[in-house]
């Protein structure tokens, strides 16, 4: 009787868990697909050196502009995505760009995250001179466009993965800052702040723990839109010359490497680029959701 009644419990939840992520589609059919391209892309960076069906680095100038094995007229190629111009698997270079992109993505937004949080909070919470020098340093910021900017200093100090996220950190800071510190504006006037400033709470203690949760459902949709800016800013400075080295594989390297082959060769070029705009799209569905979820004004 015991091992039936586990049976039929088990059943149940498992019609449950099916029930909830069948509403959880029906109401939120765009963030299912973000959820689901955004898993796509972390999965593929996460384990690229496991599902990867070729090494992306080896070249072989017999296979090169081999095209894709579903649409090679003679049927003998086994490349799903077709190879490059140097006879590199396609699909394998794809597959480990993903690492790349998703790399500068994510530790370029932590850095502006960090940055523009903390002058966010200062310049909200203690206003005045502190407010006006952190506000009229990021319109200066504001002033200088991205790329051009980009462009100047890899020219200075060379390519590189980790001088694109330093970059992107040290400039994006400006967009975490402006919308922390409208929040925590008005934030600080709220009745439980001045309740816990009366019972003798210090500045770090209440803007820990009272201002900071209610701004961080914010930087998470920012976050994650940021993401998705990130990936292309990377791949319009590769594909520029100006990104990461020619020799790791790479969205934009690959898109830069293709431009001599689009009419002959149009799978080099397509792929990549359907892989950027997969990825980008679902960090942009991903944030659109989160910001109907968190948003209260959204649910009105």
């Known amino acids: 009787m015991v091992n039936v009644q586990l049976k039929e419990s088990k059943g149940k939840n498992k019609k449950t868990k099916l029930q909830l992520l069948g509403r959880f589609i029906k109401k939120n059919p765009a963030g299912f697909v973000g959820i689901l391209l955004v898993l796509l892309s972390v999965g593929s960076a996460l384990f690229a050196q496991w599902i990867v069906p070729f090494d992306p680095s080896k070249a072989s100038l017999a296979a090169r502009l081999t095209p894709p094995s579903w649409a090679n007229p003679t049927g003998e190629s086994t490349f799903f995505l077709g190879t490059d111009q140097l006879g590199r698997d396609l699909l394998s270079r794809i597959i480990y760009g993903a690492k790349i992109s998703l790399m500068v993505g994510f ?9 523009g949080t903390v002058l966010g909070l200062i310049s909200g919470y203690f206003g005045k001179w502190m ?17 051009l900017f980009a462009i100047v200093v890899m020219s200075v100090l060379g390519t590189g993965i980790w001088k694109i996220i330093i970059i992107l950190g040290l400039t994006y800071w400006v967009g975490f800052a402006r919308l922390i510190r409208g929040q925590v504006i008005s934030l600080k ?8 400033k009366a019972i003798g709470g210090t500045t770090f203690t209440i803007i820990r723990k009272h201002i900071l949760p209610n701004v961080l459902s914010s930087i998470l949709v920012l976050g994650t839109m940021y993401i998705a800016e990130f990936i292309l800013l990377e791949a319009s400075l590769t594909f520029l010359g100006l990104g990461v080295d020619p020799t790791i594989p790479s969205w ?29 799209l679902g960090f942009n569905l991903l944030g659109d959701w989160l910001r109907d ?5 959204m649910k009105l």
């Open 131 to 147: 407010d006006d020098f952190i506000m009229r340093f990021a319109d200066i910021q504001l002033a200088f466009p991205f790329i």
């Open 189 to 196: 006037e709220q009745e439980y702040i001045h309740a816990a």
């Open 107 to 115: 530790f370029g937004v932590l850095i502006s995250l960090i940055i």
């Open 252 to 280: 934009g390297g690959m898109l830069a490497d293709s431009r001599n082959y689009i009419t002959t060769a149009w799978w080099t070029a397509v792929f990549p680029g359907v892989a950027i705009m997969l990825t980008v």
């Open 293 to 297: 979820r968190f948003d209260p004004n």
